[in-house]
């Protein structure tokens, strides 16, 4: 393809120059990025993605260049190449699991082999026996099997108990006998199974004797491990194009009366003894549910990352993007001015700057928890009975399942937070303006990518039942005298005690009542549903729409617990200085009370706050902060470290030549444009001129 003319290479963007913009923005700030950088990650953290960077920079087969342009199988062939190339260099390096995982992230895109390094693994790890993992396990490590799991099916997503494939098993052979029933059993949007895997962790409906004994996990052969083609009666393949995520061969699974081995069943948890027949439950049920609460725990936390790309483009190119006279400028200063100083844009971009912080240290809280109670599950357990249990461990008795608090908050702050970074990046792009809607911009196509979020590992509105079940039992608990020692039923309790004398929240001035405010709302929305529930006998799914507005309430109370509780720890003032310290307040307040304005109506209706304070909140506080925190904007972004070479975006260039980039990949770069098309409709010729092989042959 032709380069640009030299006299195109010479023009410049008009007006001042995009670096020079940001670097009067960097200047505006007395932020210490590197400081705050290692407070968040650790120097250590740091300067092993550095190390990893360089690595996949300089490897050809991670050039970014054509990401943008190639359809979806070049995509998928593009792919299948770095996540072969990935696992070499995991090798060559000796790399980690956290490692790996940034090299993942660094890359942007999933790889077809995405759930075989994740769940698949995962799920041998965590439900499998020590036999097992030697049967299994060491060959998935080594890649000599490659598996997926399936879970989801064409009928079937989060209701897991409906799902339709059945295992059958065989006690004159001690085998299971695994089948499809209906179209809908049809295993659907199974990463890496669609071309990758040959092998496949399978939940499927158990049954012994007649008697169906629930979902369970199998490990099943799925390919032939030399020829890679689908064994006997197994129908497997791509399920096609999506949204996004069009780098990951989501496949589909069907069978016809497949046997399989009696050691292909997970049986960490549960099993069925061979010489008896006879079905062992697990000593805990709840135990099942650490995998799965682990998960949503990172999803949490990667939630403030994945947001945190979409405001770094976003902040930086409206930073450098000028548009239209400020009307109340001076006269000495008649150019255009910053979108960013616009407060109709930074009132969209600021408080998803904040959440990004918010959600950030409430994910490392999540993960603690997560950690702390894996702990004290060992042993430390009760044994309630499964009579009449509905899924989740939620539905246990608080009092006596220490992973049930742990299991709804995971549940509620997943939802929120996935939903958070998945709107905050339209947001974002919207922010942009029109050059937002290029892919050049990298925010469209990571929002594609991250979408399904929102709905794997549990749809985000299913999720809000489980955790108000959670709540509502709580609440029962705590109205009998017989509350477990928890968060949740000591702010329930501290209602209770406290809702005949009314609540008085100094939200504007003292940062402990703003977090008050936030736990009163979820206690008063939490009995008003009780109340509902129990005492006018309402029905299950006539309140689902409150259930939604109690785990969204919930899951916001506890992001800016978990955020004032970061600030005011020893460690946050011991490593960060009063400056640093004093903004990250001012972010906490913009995100509690942007949030508290945006939900003004529930805090009013639970008297924790007055119209008053709600509108001092919106007139004053909420406006006063955008103002405050606007000159560290960009130094703020700056602190998430991210590497042009990441972002790939034009827009979001650390130094700032936004439209350079722009053009460079638009005319350079871009394969249409060494095609001379035929236009005339007479003309058999669609090409005069196709150069794209020798543009593929540089590259």
């Known amino acids: 393809m032709p380069t640009n003319p030299a006299w195109v290479k010479a023009l410049k963007p008009s007006g001042p ?27 250590e953290i740091l300067e092993r993605n550095e190390r990893i960077l360089n690595i996949l920079a300089a490897d050809p087969v991670f050039d970014k260049s054509q990401n943008y342009f190639r359809g979806r199988t070049e995509r998928i062939e593009a792919a299948l190449a770095r996540g072969k190339r990935l696992q070499q260099l995991q090798v060559k390096h000796k790399w980690s699991r956290d490692e790996f995982q940034v090299a993942n992230e660094l890359i942007s895109e999933p790889t077809p082999y995405g759930l075989h390094s994740t769940m698949f693994l995962v799920t041998l790890r965590e439900q499998g026996t020590p036999e097992q993992h030697k049967l299994f396990l060491e060959k998935a490590e080594a890649y000599k099997i490659i598996g997926c799991y399936a879970q989801t099916e064409l009928g079937h997503g989060s209701n897991v108990r409906g799902l339709e494939t059945i295992a059958t098993w065989n006690p004159e052979d001690k085998t299971f006998t695994l089948h499809s029933p209906h179209l809908t059993a049809s295993k659907w949007w199974i990463g890496s199974l669609g071309k990758v895997a040959n092998h496949a962790v399978v939940m499927a409906q158990l049954y012994i004797g007649g008697k169906n004994y629930g979902p369970h996990p199998f490990v099943v052969q799925i390919r032939d491990l ?35 081995p009696h050691i292909n069943m997970l049986a960490r ?181 991250y979408l399904p979020t929102v709905t794997w590992e549990g749809d985000n509105y299913m999720l809000t039942q489980q955790v108000s079940r959670y709540l509502l039992k709580s609440a029962r608990s705590v109205l009998k005298g017989k509350a477990a020692g928890n968060d949740t039923t000591r702010f329930l309790t501290e209602f209770v005690r406290r809702r005949d004398i009314g609540a008085a929240f100094d939200v504007i ?131 998430w470290k991210f590497p042009d070479w990441q972002l790939d975006s034009s827009l979001g260039r650390y130094d700032g030549n936004v439209y350079e980039d722009m053009f460079h990949r638009a005319s350079e770069v871009n394969p249409l444009n060494s095609i001379v098309f035929d236009p005339y409709p007479d003309s058999k010729v669609l090409f005069k001129k196709d150069e794209r092989e020798n543009l593929r042959s540089k590259l």
């Open 17 to 43: 120059q995009g670096s020079e913009l940001l670097q009067q923005e960097r200047a505006k700030s007395n932020l210490n990025v590197d400081q705050l950088a290692e407070f968040m990650f650790t120097k």
């Open 226 to 260: 030399k020829t890679h083609e689908p064994l006997p009666n197994i129908h497997v393949g791509d399920i096609g194009p999506k949204f996004g995520y069009n780098t990951m061969d989501n496949g589909f699974l069907l069978f016809k009366e497949v046997k399989i």
């Open 269 to 449: 948890f549960s099993r069925i003894d061979p010489d008896t027949n006879k079905y062992i439950r697990p000593s805990n049920p709840s135990l099942i549910y650490g995998t799965l609460t682990w998960v949503r725990s990172n999803i949490v936390l990667q939630s403030g990352s994945t947001l945190a790309r979409g405001v770094t483009i976003a902040t930086r190119y409206c930073a450098v993007r000028r548009q239209f006279q400020d009307r109340d400028a001076p006269a000495n200063e008649p150019g255009e001015n910053q979108v960013l100083n616009y407060t109709m844009v930074q009132v969209r971009l600021l408080p998803l700057l904040a959440a990004t912080y918010a959600l950030h240290f409430t994910g490392k809280g999540m993960i603690s928890l997560y950690e702390e109670n894996q702990k004290r599950m060992n042993g430390n357990v009760g044994k309630p009975s499964d009579a009449n249990r509905a899924p989740g461990p939620e539905e246990l008795n608080p009092g006596t399942d220490l992973l049930a608090d742990l299991h709804a908050t995971s549940c509620a702050l997943k939802a929120l937070a996935s939903t958070t970074a998945a709107e905050g990046l339209e947001v974002c792009r919207r922010a942009c303006g029109g050059h937002g809607y290029s892919s050049f911009s990298g925010i469209g196509s990571w929002y594609a990518d």
């Open 509 to 639: 001035g003292n940062d402990q009542d703003l977090v008050d405010a936030f736990s009163w709302r979820v206690a008063f929305l939490t009995f008003e549903a009780l109340r509902h529930r129990d005492e006018d006998k309402q029905s299950w799914n006539s309140l689902l729409v409150d259930f939604w507005r109690l785990s969204t309430a919930h899951a916001q109370y506890i992001i800016v617990k978990n955020f004032h509780e970061a600030l005011n720890d020893s460690k946050t003032t011991a490593q960060l200085d009063p400056d640093t310290v004093s903004l990250l307040h001012k972010l906490f307040r913009l995100y509690a009370l942007h949030t508290l304005e945006r939900e003004a109506s529930e805090f009013y209706s639970s008297a924790a706050v007055t119209v008053r304070q709600i509108t001092l909140a919106r007139t004053k506080a909420v406006m006063k902060l955008l103002e405050e925190v606007r000159p560290h904007a960009v130094r703020l972004v700056d602190a």
